[in-house]
């Protein structure tokens, strides 16, 4: 369907594929680029789903090795090569809170998490491009548009790697009511991102 | 949940990962068939995909990217060592060798024609380096045996290993299919608790709180469901304790006085206990309903330790 990419993104797009392709013939060079471009967001994301740097720092290493193993896999064409990177990284993080969680000394873990649209504030953050920032506009103002209720399965989902049965006994619901929400949450997002993609395109033309 | 077969509602959770596996591994297997799911599948992970931008950047200490390289560049060092030595010792005096079996006949030959005397000397001096060659390249042949039987040796070890393998994946097999069974029997185990669950909420189903007696522990409570007009009854138990040895929980129907022995109940040790039976005759027809803890064999009439009882 529809895939994901403004002007402003589109060539960092195509350039990703490119450098995956240098990758999949042993070009640890290409390697180095796509880890300057997303080991940021993938640290950041590790961050807050295992709240732990030490972890996170794993996540990062074990991550790019794994691109740099697998990049053969990587089907052009269907999805982003950041994506694709960003689900190698969030499995080995719900990995690591599954084995955590499955522990019988599990009772921390419950961090208190900032809610995602609180997080817009981006003075002091040198670290992000351009393109990430645009990237994250994107996504928060998306996030801010559904419903509260929705926009908890989703983050309980994804940052916190809970199941639906999880999510469900958490906040006390059916799952058939968890798993409509992360539906209506996720097409509302679909919905949102299609628009913005297609306003962008307008713009530059 | 299903729609039309197609699992619309649960795809959005697949593509987050947030279902549970055997869930997962079910839209798994129909995304793989399906190719309008698998392009909702696609537009979600679209999303999803931009989810992790939410969480902001943050620069990774740089030890990250020197560990990561350092353990590629160990790798790419290591796959190109072995190169080296694979690669076999060839002797230099290999190609070398006609020349030097060349040489001293054709020396004899002249030998022979300068004529036998005067060659005689310079014959007997050729035949003992005909001699020593023959020898070393009886030692060669000796060695090249020896290696021979050394490869037998090991290729005997390979043969070894190789079956000790088919033997470890013999064994795999053997585990992957008592695996497939217990997923088997697991599944059916789900199916018997769903046929269970559908009984008790169907809504012709009546149900009936059972009456404790005196014998019964203090939270004890049971409750038989049945459908009038048919066999199948349900019985649900909580707070009874598990019976003591050589005793048995017994369920049993009663009309006009005649009591017949409907079917052992076994309490687990969290005090419940569930039984689904089909009566001889329809649900209707009895008019009483009790459980005994009765002598194991004890078949014909129920004992006086009467746990619960109702009349229906």
Known sequence: MSRLSSP?????????????????????NALEVLYERHARIVYATALR??????????????????????????????????????????????DELRRQRSRPMYAHGEQEQQALIEQTDDRGDVTS????????????????????????????????????????QRLNSPVGTIKTRTRLALQKMRDLLHAQQMSAEDLHD | MLNNDHPIESIPAFVLGALDADEAARVAAHLAAC??????AESFRTVVGMLPYAAGAAEPPARVKRQLFARIAATSAESAVPAAPERPVTPPSHSAKPVRWAVPVMALSLALALGFGAATFEARAQADRLAMELATSRQTLGLVETQLAESRQSGAEVAARLMASQQQL???????????REVLA?????????????????PQT??????????APDKASARVFMQPGHNRLVVLIH?????????????????????????????????IAELAVDAPEPMDTYDQVMITLDAMDMTTRPSDEVIFEANL
């Not at chain 1, 709240?51 to 990049?71: K, P």
């Not at chain 2, 795999?172 to 497939?180: D, M, R, V």
């Not at chain 2, 697991?186 to 169907?202: D, H, K, Y």
């Open chain 1, 49 to 94: 789903m295992l709240g732990n740097a030490e972890l996170a720092e794993d996540i990062v290493q074990e991550t790019f090795w794994r691109v740099w193993r697998r990049s053969g896999s990587f089907a052009a064409g269907r999805g982003q090569v950041a994506g694709w990177i960003f689900g190698i990284a969030h499995n080995l993080c719900i």
């Open chain 1, 8 to 28: 402003a993104t589109g060539l960092s797009t195509a350039e990703d594929e490119a450098l995956l392709a240098r990758v999949a013939r042993s070009d640890s």
């Open chain 2, 239 to 271: 707070g009874l304790h598990t019976a003591e040895p050589g005793k048995v929980y017994r369920l049993w129907l009663a009309r006009d006085n005649q009591a017949v022995a409907i079917g052992t109940i076994t309490v687990d040790e969290d005090g």
């Open chain 2, 170 to 180: 013999a064994h795999t097999q053997a585990q992957l299919a008592e695996s497939q």
């Open chain 2, 186 to 202: 697991l599944q059916e185990a789900g199916q018997q608790g769903e046929q269970f669950v559908s009984f008790i909420a169907a």
């Open chain 1, 129 to 168: 491009t351009a393109i990430e920032r645009e990237r994250r506009r994107v996504i928060v103002a998306a996030l801010a548009q559904i419903p509260p209720e929705q926009r908890e399965v989703l983050e309980l989902a994804y940052f916190g790697g809970f199941s639906q049965s999880e999510i469900a």
């Open chain 2, 206 to 215: 009546v149900s009936r709180t059972l009456g404790t007696t005196g014998q």
């Open chain 2, 35 to 40: 190719p309008s799911c698998r392009a909702e």
